[in-house]
């Protein structure tokens, strides 16, 4: 298996990185729609990416936020008064400047900014995962839809076929060497699968509309689907790759990049409530110039001040207790997050198992059951076999058909799904 033929499945989920660069870039729908395109116009257009860029927007004017005590304070007052009493007028103006820097915090500022670092950078790991989540789902909800209209153009050869065997009952009846009951099964057989293509529209229609949906417009605005080429080989992967694998998704998965961010941020936080209790020093200086009637005044100054809290109610110590409990309920997540992983690669790795041999076998049905389905056909036509010998062989290599073709959609589907809880922008499952 080449990288090539599946480098469509695996570098859809990359494209993330390019968007991150170029939000502002959408594309339009036009008359075809292929899978990067679909992807490409979720990225643009689903509510759940829109959120994920506001709150990222929203850290990011955080982190401006914290950085502001690095910088001194600058305050201007201006007062203007006027005054009569005992018949004399009083004016006086006033303007004073002040400016004052924190010089020491024992570390507060730091472990503020720290910790709003750390929130950004969470909130860029939960818009990477809601991203490869997104791409993920809707790669599978366009090959749902690939795989529900294969299944039309095999129960239209099956209502072909078996309009065929119809129209060799009634010949046959009609010339005396067959039997009412023969005509009759060929109509019911008919009829069955006439209702199947109609089920198998209804599917289509229903995959459509789950499709519309992540995408963000309404099922009647989605263009045709183009097709992709369905794998042939379907060579399992050696059960030794599982356990680097399951390594790689624990270092690799956006998730996992987040929660850590989530805790280093909960530590800072610890820092930063404990340092409340420390001594602050300041300097500050300030200009006065104060102007009475026609008599002005200026005066300067230049301090040096200490503040030293002190936490009578226990509040402080409240806060300390309380990013504490966020630290150690940060570490259950990682851990949660890391064990629903390792669950998830190990399900995804068995299940794309299951659907290669599925395929596998599937492709070894097909021709056996298209052979018997021919012989029996021919062995009705010189009168050796029944129409119920006829019609139960058309109708097993119609379900190989629908087997087949179920099997290699539901293969490209699981390649996909493992791909992502492998938290991987390339393709990692190449074959010889």
């Keep these: 298996m080449s990288v090539s033929k599946f480098s469509w499945v695996f570098v859809i989920a990359s494209m993330y990185h390019v968007l991150a660069n170029a939000a502002s870039i959408c594309p339009t729908l036009s008359s075809s729609l292929n899978v990067d395109q679909a992807v490409n116009y979720a990225l643009c257009h689903n509510p759940d990416t829109q959120q994920q860029w506001q709150q990222l927007r929203y850290q990011q004017a955080a982190v401006t936020i914290s950085q502001a005590n690095n910088y001194p304070t600058l305050s201007l007052q201006g007062s203007s008064n006027y005054s009569h009493s005992a018949g004399q007028n009083n004016n006086s103006l006033g303007l004073q400047a002040r400016l004052s820097y924190i010089l020491f915090d024992f570390g507060q500022r730091a472990a503020q900014q ?22 993920t789902q809707v790669i599978q909800a366009y090959l749902n839809v690939l795989k529900a209209q294969s299944q039309i153009q ?137 102007q009475n009637d026609s008599q002005a005044t200026n005066s300067y100054g230049l301090g040096i001040s200490v503040d030293v809290p002190f936490d009578l109610s226990g509040a402080t110590q409240a806060k300390i207790q309380q990013s504490e409990i966020q630290k150690q309920q940060q570490e259950t997540a990682l851990q949660r997050s890391e064990q629903q992983i ?30 018997a389905a021919q012989m029996a056909s021919a062995r009705y036509q010189v009168g050796l076999s029944t129409l119920l010998d006829v019609l139960t062989a058309q109708n097993q290599f119609t379900s190989q058909q629908q087997q087949l073709v179920a099997a290699q959609y539901d293969a490209l589907i699981a390649r996909n799904q493992l791909n992502y809880v492998l938290g991987q922008p390339i393709n990692l499952l190449n074959t010889q």
């Excluded at 010339?175 to 209804?202: E, I, N, R």
């Excluded at 209790?277 to 110039?289: E, G």
């Excluded at 399900?347 to 049905?365: C, E, I, M, R, S």
């Design 114 to 135: 720290q910790q709003a670092n750390a929130l950004l950078q969470q909130a860029q790991w939960n818009k990477d995962s809601q991203i490869a989540e997104l791409s």
């Design 342 to 371: 390792y669950s998830q690669v190990w399900q995804a790795f068995y299940q794309l198992q299951a659907a290669l041999q599925t395929v596998d076998a599937a492709q070894q049905g097909i021709d056996s059951s298209q052979k």
């Design 154 to 290: 095999v129960y239209q050869d099956s209502i072909k076929t078996n309009q065929q065997s119809l129209t060799r009952a009634e010949a046959r009846f009609n010339t005396g060497v067959g039997t009412p009951l023969d005509v009759l099964q060929a109509k019911s057989a008919l009829a069955q699968a006439q209702l199947s293509l109609v089920k198998a529209h209804s599917e289509v229609a229903s995959q459509r509309g789950l499709l519309a949906q992540l995408l963000g417009v309404i099922p009647t605005q989605l263009p045709s689907l183009i097709t992709i080429k369905t794998p042939e080989n379907t060579a399992l992967f050696s059960e030794a790759e599982l356990e680097s694998w399951l390594k790689t998704a624990i270092s690799q998965r956006s998730e996992i990049k987040a929660t850590k961010a989530n805790l280093q941020a909960a530590e800072q936080a610890i820092i930063s409530a404990k340092t409340a209790l420390k001594p602050t020093v300041s300097v500050s200086a300030n200009s006065n110039w104060q």
